[in-house]
């Protein structure tokens, strides 16, 4: 699991299959995927089957990374970046285990990935997408300054997309 990133709570890695059990019961918590439109993984086996095949990493040199408390060590979710080759757009994206949310956390993994994404990736620019209903994610993005960009529906669902510039 080789480290992505550090910050002053936080570990950003690169997925590996140390962290399926703990994919895996994340994505049983039905409000965790509230607004993702994902289905719930049946067992580890296949957490660990979905990290095997992810591939973002080897076809864009990025990809989202999993996130771990630098002081317990402990698994809480994911943040990072995904290409989308049919719109050519990389969005931000996160999401952590129940326990972990209102503390900060996901604002501080977003930071990092979009520091990685303009000075390491250098991407001119990234989105963000969030379903309406999804306040805490409208939050995050326009604390780290991302503006609306569009509405659109997807899944039956209503959602904005933001997008952040580099500006240097």
Known sequence: MPLIAI???LELRAFSQFDAPGFYQMNLDPEVLRYTGDKPFVSVDEAAQ???NYSHYRQYGYGR??????ESQQYIGF???RFDAQSGETDIGYRLQRAFWHQGLATEAAQK?????????EL?????????E??????????LGFKPEQTFIENQMTWQQYRLIRTD
């Open 124 to 132: 001119a620019s990234i989105i963000g997408r969030a379903v309406n």
């Open 79 to 81: 943040c990072g970046l």
């Open 7 to 9: 910050t002053p709570r």
């Open 65 to 70: 990374w999993s996130i771990y408390l630098r």
């Open 50 to 52: 979905f990290i095997e």
């Open 113 to 121: 990935t979009v520091e990685l994404a303009f000075n390491k990736y």
């Open 134 to 143: 999804n306040i805490g994610s409208h939050r995050i993005l326009t604390k």
